[in-house]
């Protein structure tokens, strides 16, 4: 309970002595402004660390938008005049440094602070100094309690149009003339310290000097600020009087200071007779914490964490609840990196149009963080889902604002959720208007690719495997998948081609058969089946307009985005496949979402609109975007350039959302990274995560293939650099695409690359009509060579799902013995585009057809024939032999003789000393294998064979023992010793 301390008659005298003391200390401190200067937008965030002065007789001018950032001790001394007018679409902004809303992340150290009232000191206008304030927001401030977050000491105040907000104290004014009109002073903190106390609202010392004229003012509450000295009873001491109980928690206000007639409503709420707003984030897009440690979205984690385990608590079991009951909903994604805006820009267009986010009576910008692993279909332990946490949501705010309606911002999953709502509550779903932005409305072929490989979302540092973990039993990456009418109205987009005894099968998977295929590979089948339950064509065609919502649609387009998915995979003779690789193509959309998709959304012609090259995940914040979504629901006029159209607009010239540029395929063991001419990178980070910066570019990684498409309708231009990963053979394939159509195709097949290798593809000046230039330095020698094209054909290849057909006479799956060779033959076949390359490897270690393998050197065990082949169209197949090389006595008495043969003995009877041991255990084996045949109890055969094994290792043993002292007497080289070690160990364990 906050009691009265000293009475005020303390402060007046306390106040001359600090600001006396204290001013002199800041003169001394500071950097005087000693010239008239100007403030800038352009310059914000503008820091104050210090003590700033203004030297009397000098103005300081701030422009309007400007943002001035306070650290701990920041301090502005007004001695001369400050001009300090914004305007409403662009106030100056007050703040603290820890404030990332404004002037973004200024102390660089992402969401690990947040402001807090009193983190700077204040505003203080010194005797004979003036300030005028309009259209300012000054908040977080008043770290000297006794002063304010404003201070005017014996100087003039005009405080018009702006907001006084989340401070310790308000105003303090001290035998000063000061004026606060229409403007709104609420949420900020009374403060009772060292036995001084001062009012939140306005304080007024010295009141028979001054009268602070302060009505027509918004306080937080309809009933006004509380004038408490008045409300004191006569003879009641000010320090046994309870101030929160006499005034219920209203700003206080002084003696002196004027402030009726006061208003009772916002009045910017008033004017517009606006609705409160709602941000509904998407998938990724609100913060997951354990405890104190935040699992997602951390960058500095997922930078420092080589593989993202740190993330393993947001997993879900398979019965899909999740695996850590500890993690819940944190604050929406804001702006994580000055890289990554999700939401922060477009909060803070809404905020210079007047809105005001909180959650308070006035607030009216919220936002809703909510679980996005349960999506839509998924439910919590409690039996409620993320549609009722929504429900709830929406009445909260309505009964905090008084609104009968909200207007709802969606984005990706967000609008699924909003879509089930609705169509839950119909009669009473209160919603305004909404705008969905980038929303999936019948799924995304990119979901799948996450189930199948993982994904890091464009977010460099983010683990692919990782993200695939979490999803494998997250209920949102189901809902999120093509729905069965995204296949009715765009058919299919994963096709499987199975090689199996020989053939091949190729299907492309109707919605009942993805059931089964995600079943094959190990995924959650109840997730789809609680997926394919929320995605009914009633759902996907569900029209919000019937219910009374004024729906809007933004959808991206002209970004390379995934469509299709193919997966080659082989049946063994047991029947288990397995998976032996995918290739991908690209259509048009947001760079996840299928124009398709958000486009299929029933709403007024004139309501939807169409974002050019719109990165899916930076959609909500991205110029012209932002403007769009404030224009709609605030009903401004802010300019969105020219990356919005509308849909007029596209049916005139379809042409502007389709895809214009170059396609490659890159078969491994190759890296390639792109650079576009303004610097922006698509490639592979350092820790395997895929970057792309590239607008309108896509980068694709399946397994060790690269799909990647760049736009090339504005003239760019591309740095395109390869770099070997291992050794062996590449394919690469480049495809102008010209309105959404191949127009040109090459392909460049078996290149021999290594480690080491270094190119370059080089395009012509506009990057559309001709083929490129492919330069190989095979050896990283700094000696490139040109490699021409093996094919270019008009148009795209012929359909052909068929990978080639591999034949390994030799080497056979059997064991060979040192003393044998093994010669390498294998063939290629392909009744489709024709066989492309063939690549061979023996174990680790490039061969060709015909080569010939000596097992001498070769160590004893499994090996095994990699065969690699791809057609013209970039179909890959491989077939694996395995085979074991293995030692007897014989081949070992082999090995002796030809050791000796090349010198690898010094003298004849080290040789004959081997051999005859070694004959000696072969003849006892034999001798004892025909004992055995004479007996014919199981039991004496088992004791003799336990008897032959520990002689055989008695003499192998004693074998070993020679070798190892011919070795060390130099009567045999290291290489000798090696060898017949390993096929005497080899003898003794097999």
Not at 123 to 146: H, T
Request: with cysteine.
């Amino acid at each position: 309970m906050l009691r009265r301390g000293l009475f005020l008659f303390i402060m007046p005298i306390f106040l001359l002595a600090w600001f006396f003391v204290f001013g002199q200390a800041a003169r001394a401190a500071t950097l005087p402004i000693e010239a008239d200067a100007v403030w800038t937008k352009a310059q914000s965030p503008i820091i104050i660390n210090d003590y700033i002065w203004l030297k009397a007789g000098v103005n300081l001018t701030i422009e309007k938008g400007a943002v001035v950032k306070f650290g701990p001790n920041g301090l502005l001394i007004i001695s001369g005049r400050l001009i300090a007018v914004g305007a409403k679409a662009e106030p100056i902004i007050f703040t603290s440094i820890k404030d990332d809303a404004y002037g973004g992340d200024t102390n660089g150290d992402g969401s690990a602070s947040a402001p807090a009232q009193g983190d700077w000191s204040y505003l203080s206008v010194n005797p004979g100094g003036e300030a005028n304030l309009d259209n300012v927001l000054v908040q977080y401030g008043g770290s000297q309690y006794y002063t304010g977050a404003i201070l005017s000491y014996r100087g003039k105040l005009n405080i018009i149009n702006s907001i006084i907000t989340k401070n310790n104290a308000a105003i303090a004014s001290d035998q000063s003339t000061t004026t606060v009109s229409h403007s709104f002073i609420y949420d900020n903190k009374i403060p009772f310290i060292g036995g001084v106390f001062i009012d939140a609202g306005i304080s007024n010392n010295a009141r028979a000097d001054r009268v602070v004229n302060a009505s027509d003012n918004w306080w937080g509450t309809a009933d006004g600020p509380c004038p408490w000295r008045q409300l004191i009873p006569a003879g009641v001491p000010i320090w046994e009087v309870d101030i929160e109980a006499l005034c219920g928690g209203r700003p206080l206000v002084d003696l002196g200071v004027v402030y009726e007639p006061f208003l009772t409503q916002w009045p910017e709420a008033v004017a517009a007779e606006i609705n409160p707003v709602i941000i509904v984030p998407g998938i990724l897009g609100v913060d997951l914490v354990k405890g104190n440690d935040k699992l997602w979205l951390d960058l500095g984690h997922n930078f420092t964490d080589i593989g993202d385990e740190f993330m393993d608590p947001l997993s879900f079991n398979t019965n899909l609840q999740p695996s850590d009951t500890a993690v819940i909903s944190g604050d929406i994604v804001r702006k994580p990196s000055i890289l990554f805006d999700y939401t922060d820009g477009l909060i803070n267009e809404f905020k210079s149009a007047g809105y005001a986010e909180g959650n308070t009576t006035t607030s009216t910008l919220f936002t809703f963080p909510y679980d996005w692993r349960y999506g839509a279909s998924g439910i919590f332990s409690d039996g409620k889902s993320n549609v009722d946490a929504l429900r709830e949501k929406i009445e909260a705010v309505r009964a905090l604002t008084g609104s009968n309606k909200v207007n709802i911002i969606a984005h990706s999953t967000g609008g699924l959720l909003v879509k089930k709502y609705a169509m839950d509550y119909q009669a009473d779903n209160h919603i305004g208007k909404a705008v969905f932005v980038g929303v999936p409305n019948l799924g995304a072929p990119k979901a799948t690719k996450v189930l199948l490989q993982g994904d890091n979302f464009g977010i460099p540092f983010l683990a692919d495997q990782e993200m695939k973990k979490i999803s494998a039993n997250s209920p949102v990456s189901y809902d999120l998948s093509p729905s069965n009418e995204y296949l009715t109205k765009n058919g299919g987009y994963m096709t499987t081609v199975t090689t199996e005894s020989g053939g091949f099968l190729i299907k492309s998977l109707d919605f009942s058969q993805m059931g089964g295929f995600l079943t094959e590979h190990n995924l959650n089948s109840q997730a789809f089946t609680n997926a394919t339950a929320l995605r009914s064509s009633d759902f996907d065609n569900f029209d919000l307009r019937t219910v009374g919502i004024d729906q809007y649609s933004i959808v991206g387009c002209k970004s390379g985005t995934l469509g299709k998915i193919t997966e080659y995979r082989n049946v063994s003779g047991d029947g288990v496949i397995s998976t032996n690789g995918y290739t991908t193509d690209d259509i048009t959309g947001d760079g996840t979402v299928p124009m398709a998709s958000a486009d299929s959304l029933p709403a007024n012609d004139s309501n939807i609109f169409y974002a050019i090259k719109a990165n899916h995940g930076k959609m909500l914040s991205a110029d012209g975007i932002r403007q769009k979504i404030v224009n709609i629901i605030a009903s401004t006029t802010l300019s969105v350039g020219n990356g919005i159209i509308a849909k007029s607009d596209l049916d005139s010239n379809p042409a502007k959302c389709r895809l214009n540029g170059r396609w490659f395929g890159i078969f491994s063991p190759v890296s390639i990274e792109i650079v576009d001419q303004n610097g922006n990178r698509a490639g592979i980070a350092s820790d395997g995560s895929v970057q792309n910066d590239i607008p309108g570019a896509d980068y694709q990684v399946m397994g060790e293939h690269k799909f990647i498409f760049v736009p090339t309708d504005e003239n760019q231009t591309y740095a395109i650099n390869l770099q070997g990963t291992g050794n062996g053979v590449f394919t690469l394939k480049d495809q102008t695409i010209s309105d959404g159509v191949p127009v040109k195709t090459a392909i460049w097949g078996n290149v021999p690359i290594t480690a080491s290798s270094i190119g370059q593809l080089i395009l012509n000046e506009s990057g559309e009509s001709n083929v490129a230039t492919l330069s190989l330095d095979q050896n990283g020698s700094g000696q490139s060579q040109i490699i021409k094209p093996s094919i270019i054909v008009e148009g795209n290849l012929p359909d052909d799902f068929t990978p080639p057909t591999i034949m390994i006479t030799s080497p056979q799956p059997k064991d060979y013995l040192r003393s044998d060779t093994i010669a390498i033959n294998a063939a290629s076949t392909d009744t489709g585009t024709g066989v492309f390359s063939l690549g061979l490897a023996f174990d680790s270690k490039q061969v060709k057809n015909g080569d010939i393998i000596d097992p001498f050197y070769e160590k004893l065990g499994n090996h095994s024939l990699i065969a690699s082949s791809t057609d013209f169209i970039g179909n890959p197949a491989t077939l694996i032999v395995q085979f074991r090389i293995i030692a007897t006595p014989e081949s070992a008495i082999s090995d002796i003789e030809r050791a000796y043969a090349l010198g690898w003995f010094k003298n004849k009877n080290t040789k004959n000393s081997l051999i005859n041991k070694l004959k000696i255990a072969v003849r006892i084996d034999k001798k004892i294998e025909t004992i055995e045949e004479k007996l014919n109890g199981k039991k004496i055969v088992k004791k003799i064979e336990k008897f032959k094994e520990r002689i055989d290792k008695v003499l192998g043993r004693l074998i070993l023992a020679e070798l190892k002292f011919y070795k060390n007497g130099k009567m045999l080289n290291d290489r000798a010793y090696q060898i017949l070690s390993d096929d005497i160990n080899w003898l003794i364990n097999n």
